[in-house]
């Protein structure tokens, strides 16, 4: 029996202020002068796991067809993990355009291997950030 591969990538937001004269076009252009905020040398960030679903998973095309079965990713294909994570980058961004805060990683859960056998025994969704580079407010493992 396979492992089953989590369908949630985590968002590491981090905090950022704008970084001179705002653009005079910014209103059509939607260009920011941002730049990352710091804390004593340290990042302020946030840690989000978001579920991935399916918009077309239950529909139905017509009154006696099937419900639509889940597109179930296969992030054991980084592709498709990367895939996934240029999206939710783009619309988690565009979701909090005026909050202070933005995408600075995608993370994919990440393979528990069996030192002895080799084998795929879990997997294990990724960390807030560095020890010595990201402060975490937020992070959903807390």
């Keep these: 029996m396979g492992i089953h591969i989590p369908p949630i990538l985590v968002v590491i937001a981090c905090k950022v202020s704008i970084a001179a004269n705002p653009d005079p076009n910014a209103a059509f252009t939607h260009v920011e002068n941002i730049q990352w905020v710091t804390e004593n040398s340290m990042m302020v960030c946030q840690r989000h796991e978001i579920p991935l679903i399916d ?35 783009m619309k988690w961004d565009n979701e909090h355009r005026n909050t202070p805060w933005r995408v600075w990683r995608i993370g994919c859960p990440s393979r528990i291997i069996d030192t002895r056998t080799g084998e795929t025994i879990g997997y294990k969704l990724p960390e807030c950030g560095h020890k010595d580079t990201v402060i975490c407010e937020v992070d959903s493992e807390i």
Excluded: H, I, Y
Aim: aromatic share 6%.
């Design 55 to 89: 918009p077309v998973e239950g529909l139905q095309l017509s009154p006696a067809a099937e419900p639509m079965p889940s597109l179930n990713p296969d992030f054991s294909d980084w592709s498709q993990c990367q895939r996934a994570g240029m999206d939710l980058e």
